[in-house]
């Protein structure tokens, strides 16, 4: 599932780098929900939740 537009103007906080909820490493881009995390560092989480037909 891609994230609808993420665009980094769109995501960019301008208020300074915070520690990405993924991997810790400070970036300026927010989620949708105005958490710090790299772009890719959500696409694999998302990546990560989708996958349903795995239910070891
Ligand atoms: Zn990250």
Redesign the pocket.
């Known amino acids: 599932m891609p994230l609808r537009n993420w665009h980094e103007s769109q995501h960019y906080d301008h208020t300074g780098d915070k520690p990405?909820?993924?991997?810790?490493?400070p970036?300026p881009l927010r989620s949708e929900r105005g958490r710090p995390?790299?772009k890719?560092?959500a696409e694999t989480w998302t990546a990560d939740h989708t996958r349903t037909e795995d239910n070891a």
């Open positions: 990405c909820v993924c991997c810790g490493i970036t995390v790299h890719v560092c």
